[in-house]
Structure formats: C-alpha cells, structure tokens
C-alpha cells in the first residue's frame, strides 16, 4: 500500500516560532508538493520539489521555507508562524509521468496562537 | 498561468437524483484533467482523471476542449457520495504540478 505520511496529525505553535513540517513517501517518487487547504479556497501551491535539493515556488511561497535531503523526505519551514499561517498543510508526491496519480498525506492541522 | 474554476460551493441532492460538479479550466496547452475526492476524515484521493475515459463508483467525466470543461456526472447519487470534490490540471511536462479549483462539496440526503 503507498504511503505518504505527514509525521503530525495536530500542531499548536506560537506566533514568532519556527514551525517544522514532515513527509516522507514510500513509493520512490521524484515530485513533491506542499499544499495548504483553507475552505473556499481550495488548495494552494506553496512549494515543490522535482529532484533531491531542488525546489520550486508555487502559487503562495511567502513566508515558507522547504528542505530536500533524500528523496523520500520533503519538509515544510515557516521561519516565524503567524496566525494567518493556521491551515491544513497536505503533502503529496507523485512521478514526473504524465497522467499519473497524485498521492496525498493525511494533512496537518496547525493552528497559531 | 492555467486554472481551474468550480462554480458551485455546495450542491445538495436527494438520493437518486443525477448529479453534475461542474469544472471549467483555462491552459493554453492541452492539460492532463482529474477529479479529486476527499470522504469525511479520509485523506484526499484520485477520483477519476481524463484520459482514462472510465467510470468510477458511477461517475463519468467528459473532456469538452471546446467548452474548456470537464465537469462530472453521475446520474443516481448516493449518500455516500457525500464528500469534497476538487477539479484539478496539470500541464504536459514534467514538473507535474497540480493546479486545483476551489473544491464542490457534495451532500446527497436520503
């Protein structure tokens, strides 16, 4: 069974601190994303990545940071939380091939206080 | 710059009836075109996507390149059809990112 998996279902932070978040997957894929979801907007483009330490900014990059190491790991920074940064954060990889399926994570709900 | 627009927040139907998510896009290419569905507390998944042309727990969509549409149908909803649906594209190459609208939740009363 394929798997990405996002290392926190919950996270609290405070504003100004630095916020780390995880995935890792399983299936060898070259492509990663980080989305965030907010209701009535869908989900946004923040970062991807196509190859170990190479990295594109998508649609809302401000503010975020990302990190890739391995291949099988992507990591999402916010250098200094901020309330508006309170979202899903969904995580997703998928081959460079055409027509392929995108798999997802199961989401990180962080909340900034 | 391509995009993905659905029109339609909500659309809530009885049991039975057809259902249509509508789904329109902008790309000046030919884009690869998918249907997203995200269950109450499941992760978000694959519903169906163009090219494949076929038909997933009874719902059929149809890429319309001179409408820029690929909206989906179904024509007996059911409750468990109750859920998020996200029209998504994806340019030809191979970054592969995925633009996606902004989501059709469904709800089918009984």
């Known amino acids: 069974d394929v798997k990405v998996t996002q290392s926190s279902r919950y996270l609290v932070k405070r504003t100004g601190e630095k916020v780390f978040l995880e995935c890792v997957q399983d299936m060898d894929h070259e492509n990663m994303f980080w989305y965030r979801q907010d209701p009535g907007l869908g989900l946004r483009l923040i970062y991807f990545s196509y190859d170990v330490k190479m990295k594109e900014k998508g649609d809302i990059p401000e503010g975020y940071s990302v990190s890739r190491e391995k291949k099988e790991r992507f990591s999402l920074i916010l250098e200094s939380a901020s309330t508006n940064q309170t979202s899903m954060y969904l995580c997703?990889?998928?081959?460079?091939?055409?027509?392929?399926?995108?798999?997802f994570g199961q989401g990180t709900r962080l909340t900034v206080v | 710059a391509q995009r993905v627009t659905q029109p339609e927040k909500l659309l809530s139907v009885f049991k039975g009836a057809p259902v249509e998510l509508k789904c329109n896009y902008s790309y000046s290419g030919s884009p690869e075109l998918f249907w997203y569905v995200q269950y109450s507390r499941q992760r978000l998944q694959l519903l169906l996507r163009?090219?494949s042309r076929e038909s997933i727990k009874g719902f059929t969509a149809d890429l319309n390149k001179g409408e820029t549409s690929f909206h989906l149908k179904k024509p007996f909803a059911q409750e468990e059809d109750s859920a998020m649906y996200y029209c998504?594209?994806?340019?030809?190459?191979?970054?592969?990112?995925?633009?996606f609208g902004k989501g059709t939740m469904l709800l089918v009363s009984p």
């Open positions: 998504a594209l994806s340019p030809n190459s191979g970054y592969s990112t995925l633009t």
């Open positions: 997703a990889s998928r081959t460079p091939w055409e027509n392929t399926e995108a798999f």
């Open positions: 163009h090219i």
